[in-house]
């Protein structure tokens, strides 16, 4: 009844060819991102920033990087935790090298580290499709890992080997560090988000998103229209990786504070794939789905059952949470392979006849 | 029907063409030259080759022997995508459009050869980039209209039926503009008034854009219809070539498709 589309005429093709050609579309995620910049910081307390709102916006950003992989140029990869270890030690790296630099600056050097190391690790996917791919990318996830921990210099030769976020300010106000307030580097978090939120919708609406499609749709029928599918695939390991090395940044210097290389494991490159997986393959609305369901679902474990008035022991907790998460991926397979975006675009739909579906 | 039209010189001439897979010759020393403007088709029984001469020509598959020359330059092995550039378009046998895509993107995708803009301007959505994907998106819907498929723009063309398919895929491959269209058995699986809708659509094609059409057809009606000039291959050998009326008649076509009694 409120959703109307219905006497929307578009009467020229920049206003078709809009991000949101429809009014309350736009309306909608204009009022979202007003509402994320203005009332969340008065009404969301430390622990909400903290535990909630920073890692969703982190994973978001690292689900963008995989969704344009994956989900729209179709290379498989479970290189996601290497890429963003990538990003978050060179941004280390280079912050404690270069500590005058701007912090924000560092996050974009660090992803196009991030997107060279990516591009090495695409070459494989000239010559290798599907599940193969992947398990050259998971190559890519352990050997990274283990450089990082092997060669000292990455960690600035502390014996932990732990790397710790150093204090840095940008404009005055302190970003990172272990003083920095939560509510500020949520705001830093969340401009990159939604910085590169657009960027990438650009992206994938344009002729770089139509060649991804075209390889993942069919590639041979791509390189007889005139792709060149080497060159499309590599660049979308390289901006895909980018997305990736600039969340790991965020990852380390917004949200952990201080990390190891664990924190960048195998899990991380799957919980991201799951992101996508269930939010929706080829959305980049279903990224930001997935990481909401993703990272909310461990705390909805966490504190429904004491609301509830009973307790529940910590491990079964964690088993739940990854029953929760096969059982949700096997049915959204089956169901719904495009995943909880196509569930939205049905439930639009259903609302532009509502209340009168006749 | 040679309606007064202007055909010009040699676009593409194939010369001693061999392929082969393993033991099995594909193509035996096939020549033929397609000339600008005209409609050529191929035509011949099952497993003639066909295709596989299509394939060659947008360097899907490299000949062991022979050579191509396309527009006065014999080229070397090359890529189909380098082919794509040089302005060779082509439909399937079976339909290969993104399925996932619209059939505006699929149009779209089709004019990438055309477009320019980098990924960061793409990125920004700035200034070039942004005029590039309105221009481009003029000439789409162009061809939207030229095809009549104005209905189905935004479907995405997984869910279209077969013959609004076929025509999407065709529009696809004008898109690029081309100078020479391959079409590989355009009217398969199609009944009389789709048929004749494309027929249609590829004299148009060959009449208003002036773009010389080499065609593969099992439906000999339609392939007399409009082509300028056929060859037949039987086995791999191009055992025929001339006008339409040339072909009915000749002897050598006759017991290729009625078979002849060895006795």
Same mark, same amino acid.
């Given at each position: 009844m409120f959703y109307r589309e219905a006497g929307q005429f578009k009467t020229t093709y920049a206003g078709d060819q809009a991000v949101f050609p429809i009014l309350q579309d736009r309306a909608f995620v204009i009022a979202v991102i007003l509402f994320a910049f203005l009332v969340v910081p008065f009404i969301a307390d430390d622990y909400w920033f903290q535990a909630i709102l920073i890692p969703f916006l982190v994973f978001s950003m690292a689900a963008i990087g995989l969704n344009l992989l994956?989900?729209?140029?179709?290379q498989l990869s479970l290189g996601t935790g290497g890429f963003m270890a990538v990003g978050g030690y060179m941004a280390y790296k280079m912050t404690t090298a270069? =500590?005058?630099?701007?912090i924000l600056i560092i996050f974009i050097l660090a992803g196009l580290i991030a997107a060279v190391v990516g591009i090495l690790f695409g070459i494989p996917s000239l010559r290798i499709k599907g599940f193969y791919l992947a398990v050259t990318t998971l190559a890519a996830q352990f050997f990274i890992l283990w450089l990082f921990n092997k060669v000292p210099w990455f960690y600035n030769y502390f014996s932990s080997g732990v790397i710790a976020a150093p204090p840095r300010s940008v404009a005055g106000i302190l970003?990172?560090? =272990?003083?920095?307030t939560p509510m500020v580097r949520y705001l830093v978090a969340l401009s990159f988000v939604v910085v590169f939120t657009l960027a990438a919708k650009n992206l994938v609406r344009g002729r770089i998103g139509r060649s991804w499609m075209a390889i993942r749709d069919m590639d041979i029928a791509a390189e007889i229209i005139g792709i060149r599918p080497f060159q499309v695939k590599l660049l979308a390991f390289a901006i895909s990786s980018f997305y990736c090395g600039v969340a790991g940044a965020m990852f380390l210097f917004l949200y952990l504070g201080s990390a190891e290389t664990e924190a960048f494991n195998i899990n991380v490159s799957f919980d991201v794939l799951f992101m996508i997986i269930i939010g929706g393959l080829g959305s980049i609305l279903g990224s930001f789905l997935g990481a909401a369901f993703i990272t909310l679902l461990p705390i909805l474990l966490t504190n429904l059952p004491p609301h509830l008035g009973f307790s529940m022991p910590i491990d079964l907790q964690s088993h739940i949470e990854v029953i929760t998460f096969g059982a949700l991926i096997i049915f959204f397979l089956i169901v719904e392979p495009h995943g909880l975006a196509r569930l939205w675009q049905i439930g639009k739909e259903k609302l532009r006849l509502w209340p009168f579906p006749y | 029907m040679a309606n007064g039209k202007k055909i010009g010189d040699v676009l593409l001439s194939v010369q001693n063409i061999n392929l082969s897979f393993g033991g099995v010759?594909?193509?035996?020393?096939v020549s033929f030259d397609v000339r600008k403007h005209e409609i050529f088709a191929i035509i011949g029984p099952n497993g003639a080759g066909k295709s596989s001469m299509l394939n060659v020509i947008n360097g899907f598959y490299h000949p062991q022997g022979g050579t191509i020359t396309y527009r006065g330059v014999t080229r070397a092995r090359m890529r189909p995508h380098e082919a794509a550039r040089q302005g060779i378009a082509r439909t399937f046998q079976n339909i290969a459009l993104f399925k996932g895509m619209s059939t505006l993107d699929n149009i779209m995708t089709g004019r990438n050869t055309l477009m320019s803009s980098n990924f960061v301007l793409q990125a920004l959505h700035w200034g070039p980039a942004w005029k590039e994907e309105k221009a481009h998106r003029e000439m789409a819907e162009e061809i939207i209209d030229f095809l009549q498929i104005e209905a189905i723009r935004? !479907? +995405? !063309?997984?869910?279209? +039926?077969y013959g609004l398919q076929k025509r999407v895929e065709l529009g696809r491959a004008l898109a690029a503009e081309p100078d020479l269209l391959l079409l590989d058995e355009p009217m398969a699986g199609m009944n009389l008034e789709e048929k004749e809708d494309m027929c249609r659509f590829i004299l148009d094609v060959n009449d208003e854009f002036g773009t010389t059409i080499a065609l593969i057809e099992h439906d000999m009606g339609v392939v007399m219809d409009i082509s300028d000039r056929v060859a037949v291959l039987d086995y791999g050998r191009k055992i025929a070539e001339g006008t339409p009326g040339e072909v009915r008649v000749n002897q050598d076509v006759i017991d290729a498709y009625l078979g002849v009694s060895h006795d």
């Open positions: 994956t989900g729209y140029a179709g270069f =500590p005058d630099l701007n970003v990172v560090g =272990p003083a920095s | 010759q594909a193509l035996v020393d935004k !479907t +995405p !063309t997984g869910r279209l +039926p």
